[in-house]
């Protein structure tokens, strides 16, 4: 600061600065918000050290959709069995969406082998892009049948896990590309973790906190106050 600025900043003016700032970002993770009808949730880890160990850290982010548009309830994530619980506990009337993305990723680890990889995708995928949900489960059933016998575990798990992404067809088609995965928190984590990479280890959850919150705010203001997350023929844009 010397060098740049031509002054010193003593350790308790950081301190004080610090504490003005958790302050502000505090106030900014509690304050009221409008009925949101839509919310997408995805965790990200960091490494923080934590009693004098080096632990991964989860930071829970979660983008909402105000209730504006004509849309029922829908809360989108992936099947993070914490993210789950939680939902049970506090949500449980919302309609669940298991990310349709993660799903083909989850598949992969339950097909027998490399060969079919490409194939499995493309099948899952014609799956999700049914027209409705009796063709997605008229299409499922097929896919248990053909793999029953090549890839059994993989059509067990398919046939247990894969409706769980079939919610968003109670939905207007021209909103469900949108509410289908929760890919809107991946694209938001990227700024958050070209500052964090920055950072690598972080000293103390709170650092972690303070520095994920100030990136927030700043693409918070720009979305409320510019970009149309999601519209449709049937609604208006929403912000």
């Not at 919310?39 to 990200?44: G, N, V």
Request: with cysteine; charged share 25%; hydrophobic share 35%.
């Amino acid at each position: 600061m010397g060098e740049l600025c031509g002054f010193e900043v003593s350790s308790t003016r950081v301190s004080n600065l610090t504490a003005t700032l958790d302050e502000e970002f505090e106030q900014w993770r509690t304050h009221p918000l409008p009925e949101i009808s839509q919310l997408f949730l995805d965790a990200t880890y960091y490494k923080v050290r934590i009693g004098g160990n080096v632990r991964d850290c989860a930071t829970l982010i979660a983008i909402g959709i105000r209730r504006d548009n004509g849309i029922p309830n829908l809360v989108t994530s992936d099947a993070h069995e914490g993210l789950r619980a939680a939902l049970r506990a506090t949500m449980n009337s919302s309609p669940w969406q298991r990310c349709q993305f993660h799903l083909q990723q989850n598949a992969q680890s339950h097909n027998p082998t490399k060969d079919l990889k490409q194939k499995v995708a493309g099948d899952i995928r014609r799956i999700f892009n049914a027209e409705d949900r009796a063709h997605a489960e008229g299409k499922l059933s097929a896919f248990v049948a053909e793999y029953s016998s090549k890839a059994p575990q993989l059509a067990a798990w398919a046939e247990a896990n894969l409706p769980e992404g079939f919610t968003v067809f109670s939905l207007p088609e021209a909103a469900r590309k949108r509410l289908r995965t929760s890919n809107t928190c991946e694209t938001l984590n990227s700024p958050i973790k070209r500052r964090t990479r920055v950072v690598g280890l972080f000293p103390c959850e709170s650092s972690l906190l303070r520095l994920v919150t100030a990136v927030l705010i700043e693409i918070s203001e720009e979305w409320e106050t510019g970009k149309v997350c999601l519209q449709t023929a049937e609604t208006k844009p929403i912000r």
